[in-house]
């Protein structure tokens, strides 16, 4: 199954607490169909002192989101927009918005 979502796309959050929000995807959890968005969906973590964090305390993280609750935006409308999938006679396979914007090119042609 072709996932609509990847690694550095900006997405619009359109269900749960941060209904609205947007940000910038940071990892695809495939195997568990979540996302992890940059900024959103925010647990503190306690950390115990390291040479990394020599002070140690509670940190920000971001947990993932279900990858239904999630919409590539449009770059012609900057909203969330539903995805479909091309494949050009050169072979090429290219992500569309509903309204047939290019989103991202997924395969180039050989």
């Known amino acids: 199954m072709a996932l609509h979502i990847k690694k550095g796309d900006t997405v619009e959050i359109i269900a749960g607490d941060h209904k609205g ?9 495939r ?3 979540k996302v992890v968005v ?50 050009g006679e050169d072979g090429s396979k290219k992500r569309l918005a509903a309204d047939g914007t290019e989103i991202g090119v997924i395969k180039k042609a050989k």
């Open 31 to 33: 195997e568990k169909n």
């Open 21 to 29: 929000t947007t940000g910038k995807v940071l990892r695809v959890l």
């Open 38 to 87: 940059q900024g959103q969906n925010l647990a503190k973590k306690h950390v115990r002192p390291s040479q990394k964090n020599p002070q140690g305390g509670r940190i920000n993280v971001e947990q993932p989101i279900h990858i239904s609750n999630v919409l590539p935006l449009n770059p012609k409308t900057s909203k969330g927009s539903r995805v479909r999938h091309q494949v």
